[in-house]
């Protein structure tokens, strides 16, 4: 089972800062890494899918990049909607597995 | 509007068995791989089973191997999780995800990247 760890566990920023997300692979997902944005009493929606691309309706100010074992979820400038957890998966193998998730609040 | 909606969840007794629901809408449900992903309270997401477009393949998570089996009706556009045996560590909100992404106005199929949720439906394991 492919393990991924997100780091950090919680992000405090302010509005219009630079948020930067990680996620580590324990072994190569190639480019089969995707990012979820949940917030409370919602499901999961998806952002980015197969390391970089956005899905359907997503601002350009989420970006993501990386490749193997290391990715990476960019918010350019935040927004205040954009105060949620994010968890990363892989599809690389079953079983598809997710990371424990980044809680981004405010500072 | 493209969109899934799961049904069936509640309160059951461990050893107990469910059956929860998920009806398509919106969109062709047959040519798309479709998922379960649940989310114990307050805890993470765990991936729990997938099937293929025409139900020939299935997939599960080790804890639920034997317990749950995943199952569709393309003509009903609707997917299902029978669970039985249940236990608590069972309990959890459980969403049903369609395997996919849209492109430059066109949607494909991809298994295990999950673009639509349902709302999502609880249940309970308790006695």
């Known amino acids: 089972e492919i393990v991924l760890t997100q780091s950090p566990a919680t992000l405090s920023l302010s509005p219009g800062d630079r948020a930067t997300l990680s996620c580590r692979a324990s072994?190569?997902?190639?480019?089969?890494l995707a990012w979820y944005q949940q917030k409370p009493g919602q499901a999961p929606r998806l952002l980015i899918y197969?390391?970089?691309n956005r899905a359907t309706g997503i601002p350009a100010r989420f970006s993501g990049s990386g490749s193997g074992t290391d990715f990476t979820l960019t918010i350019s400038s935040l927004e205040p909607e954009d105060f949620a957890v994010y968890y990363c998966?892989?599809?690389?193998?079953?079983?598809?597995?997710f990371g424990q998730g980044t809680r981004l609040e405010i500072k | 509007e493209v969109q899934l909606v799961e049904s069936g969840g509640g309160l059951v007794q461990p050893g107990g068995s469910l059956r929860l629901s998920c009806t398509a809408s919106?969109?062709?449900?047959?040519?798309?791989?479709m998922s379960w992903v649940r989310q114990a309270p307050g805890m993470g997401l765990e991936w729990v089973a997938n099937?293929?477009?025409?139900?020939?393949?299935?997939y599960y998570v080790d804890s639920v191997k034997g317990r749950f089996t995943i199952s569709r009706d393309n003509a009903k556009n609707s997917l299902y999780l029978q669970m039985n045996s249940l236990r608590a560590e069972d309990t959890a909100v459980y969403y049903c995800?369609?395997?996919?992404?849209?492109?430059?106005?066109?949607?494909?199929?991809?298994?295990?990247?999950?673009?639509?949720w349902g709302q999502g439906s609880m249940v309970t394991v308790s006695s």
């Open positions: 072994q190569s997902v190639s480019s089969y």
């Open positions: 099937i293929k477009q025409d139900g020939s393949e299935k």
């Open positions: 995800a369609r395997d996919g992404y849209c492109s430059g106005g066109s949607c494909y199929s991809a298994v295990g990247n999950f673009d639509i």
């Open positions: 998966q892989q599809r690389m193998s079953w079983p598809i597995t």
């Open positions: 197969d390391t970089s």
């Open positions: 919106g969109f062709t449900f047959s040519p798309y791989s």
